[in-house]
């Protein structure tokens, strides 16, 4: 039996799948698409994290899309209302309808001479479902689903109470008058702790090094203000450029002037928490501002628990587990009922999904990033990943943009592939992410690497971007076009050495 055909498959049907079937079928209106998700519900992020509190640390007008204007009062919204707002645009522009529930997507292999990918999904039942399709668009997030990352400590089995990661909680965990550990430091440590202090005995946040923190108001007044007096969509672009353009700019002046920078992050830690906290120690980072991400706490609720009482940050290190609590390298115990192991993600670029062009596997780890999207050597394929330092939401969109214009561009000009080859020697290898956290460090060895120069290079700047998504030449000498039944495709991960097609 011949497998179904569709001109655009995407993977995943979380914030960035959606946004990219709303460009496919508004852009490409003829093009036939479908959206697999692995899982049975469309959200991804905002489905999966159930923890107290869970939330977004960045703007709704900037996090949300485009063309959906944010509703809810709260600028920097909880879970369940990004969830509403992800699954009322997959509805409100019937993308609903072509998501295919249960598949997971496992491999997919390209294949030159017949121009299209050939890609697998399982579904629960252990069922192989293969699809084929001209263009493979990765929207699957960003790390591993399956379970987030719990380093090895002493003594855990010994531990006498209950241990959760933020990941997979527990529908029924119960930590009502219980006293709680959170260990770590980043952005889900900092939801957890004001929100777990509301019902627990106490709350300690165990961070074996701080982060920055920065208070920020939940609600944004200017924002209210335009909606209040503007059209709806109006209001939200302008809100959104607003955001954007303060965004770039306090990045900015963070990466030009770190030193100034720190001084005025740790001025404001101090002035929420007072002269008597030692601000040095909890929250004075070795590193400079944007090195990792920012933490916010909105309307500074982690400074407010801390104040009151009900929580405390503890710096030190895990020395073992103990029966009832963990001991600490400097000697001291702390008491603990539930654990909570806010130890960050597991990195995983396209999900894990097997790769193979022509028969050959795909390393991504030997390819090079083109635009931020697709990757050397790898014919029609797009991964939606959005920004570290700036809301994810913002890339994705461009991302998507830019992918229906290449759509649009091969079909006027009867093109059936298009690989971004490496073929100047002078490009030389950096890093793709310059962040320090953890979970990047971690995965950095799994990672394309970027390229010193354009189109190769990440600049990580919306503006730079938009000009070069939406106005940039498609053609751009690095894009290599091919018509049916033209030579096939050199070996994936390996530079070809040919010119570019120059129509
Ligand atoms: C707790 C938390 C808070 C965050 N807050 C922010 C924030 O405030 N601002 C910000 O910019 N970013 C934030 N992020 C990053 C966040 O992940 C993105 O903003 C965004 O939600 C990612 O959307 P996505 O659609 O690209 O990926 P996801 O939301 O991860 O969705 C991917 C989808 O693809 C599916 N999928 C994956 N692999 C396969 C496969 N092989 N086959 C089929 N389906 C598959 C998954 O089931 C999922 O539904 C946060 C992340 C977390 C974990």
């Known amino acids: 039996m011949t497998a179904e055909h569709l001109d655009v498959l995407i993977v995943g049907a979380g914030l960035s799948g959606i946004g990219a079937a709303y460009y496919i079928q508004t852009q490409c209106p003829t093009k036939r698409y479908a959206i697999l998700e692995g899982r049975d519900t469309i959200g991804g992020t905002w489905d999966l994290f159930r923890y107290p509190g869970v939330r977004s640390d960045s703007d709704m007008y900037t996090l949300g899309f485009s063309f959906r204007p944010w509703r809810d009062a709260k600028a920097i919204a909880d879970g369940p209302s990004i969830l509403s707002y992800i699954r009322e645009t997959a509805a409100a522009y019937g993308i609903d309808r072509?998501?295919?529930?249960?598949?997971?997507?496992?491999?997919?292999?390209?294949?030159?001479?017949?121009?299209?990918?050939?890609?697998?999904?399982?579904?629960?039942?252990?069922?192989?479902?293969?699809?084929?399709?001209?263009?493979?668009?990765?929207?699957?997030?960003?790390?591993?689903?399956?379970?987030?990352?719990?380093?090895?400590?002493?003594?855990?089995?010994?531990?006498?109470?209950?241990?959760?990661?933020?990941?997979?909680?527990?529908?029924?965990?119960d930590y009502a008058g219980k006293r709680v550990?959170?260990?770590?430091?980043?952005?889900?440590?900092?939801?957890?702790?004001?929100?777990?202090?509301?019902q627990a005995a106490n709350v300690t946040m165990l961070?074996?090094?701080?982060?920055?923190?920065?208070?920020?108001?939940?609600?944004?007044?200017?924002?209210?203000?335009?909606?209040?007096?503007?059209?709806?969509?109006?209001?939200?672009?302008?809100?959104?450029?607003?955001?954007?353009?303060?965004?770039?700019?306090?990045?900015?002046?963070?990466?030009r002037q770190p030193a100034l920078a720190k001084r005025n992050l740790l001025?404001?830690?101090?002035?929420?928490?007072?002269?008597?906290?030692?601000?040095?120690?909890?929250?004075?980072?070795?590193?400079?501002?944007?090195?990792?991400?920012?933490?916010?706490?909105?309307?500074?609720?982690?400074?407010?628990?801390?104040?009151?009482?009900?929580?405390?940050?503890?710096?030190?290190?895990?020395?073992?587990?103990?029966?009832?609590?963990?001991?600490?390298?400097?000697?001291?115990?702390?008491?603990?009922?539930?654990?909570?192991?806010?130890?960050?993600?597991?990195m995983r670029l396209m999900s894990g999904v097997?790769?193979?062009?022509?028969?050959?596997?795909?390393?991504l780890a030997q390819t090079m990033s083109y635009k931020g999207t697709m990757f050397s050597d790898v014919p029609n394929l797009a991964a939606a990943i959005g920004y570290t330092q700036a809301s994810w939401t913002l890339k994705c969109e461009l991302i998507a943009r830019y992918v229906t214009r290449l759509l649009n561009y091969m079909d006027r000009r009867g093109f059936v592939q298009c690989t971004p080859r490496k073929t100047d020697p002078s490009v030389a290898e950096e890093p793709v992410i310059n962040l320090t956290s953890g979970y990047i460090q971690r995965a950095l060895s799994t990672l394309p690497k970027q390229g010193s120069r354009r189109p190769w290079k990440l600049y990580q700047n919306y503006i730079l971007d938009t000009l070069t998504y939406r106005l940039g030449k498609v053609d751009d000498g690095t894009m290599e076009f091919k018509r049916r039944g033209e030579r096939p495709a050199p070996r994936a991960g390996v530079s070809p050495g040919s010119a570019a097609h120059q129509p």
């Not at 090195?291 to 503890?314: E, T």
């Open 207 to 255: 961070q074996r090094s701080p982060t920055y923190v920065v208070a920020q108001p939940a609600k944004d007044p200017a924002a209210d203000w335009l909606r209040a007096r503007l059209p709806e969509r109006l209001a939200h672009g302008l809100v959104r450029w607003k955001n954007v353009l303060m965004g770039m700019y306090f990045y900015t002046l963070m990466r």
């Open 354 to 363: 097997q790769l193979a062009v022509d028969g050959r596997p795909v390393d």
């Open 98 to 173: 072509n998501v295919r529930f249960g598949h997971r997507v496992r491999r997919a292999e390209w294949s030159s001479a017949d121009a299209r990918w050939t890609v697998e999904a399982v579904r629960e039942s252990g069922e192989v479902v293969r699809l084929t399709c001209s263009f493979l668009y990765m929207c699957s997030g960003y790390y591993d689903y399956e379970g987030g990352y719990t380093p090895e400590w002493r003594g855990v089995e010994q531990f006498a109470g209950q241990i959760v990661h933020p990941q997979q909680w527990p529908e029924d965990l």
């Open 267 to 346: 001025k404001l830690v101090r002035a929420e928490l007072g002269p008597d906290f030692d601000v040095e120690t909890h929250f004075t980072p070795r590193y400079n501002p944007w090195d990792q991400r920012l933490c916010l706490a909105p309307d500074g609720d982690l400074f407010a628990a801390i104040k009151a009482g009900k929580a405390a940050v503890v710096t030190d290190q895990i020395d073992t587990f103990t029966p009832g609590g963990i001991r600490l390298r400097s000697g001291a115990e702390l008491p603990a009922d539930v654990v909570v192991t806010a130890t960050g993600l597991v």
């Open 181 to 198: 550990v959170v260990i770590g430091s980043g952005a889900t440590a900092v939801t957890l702790v004001p929100a777990m202090a509301e």
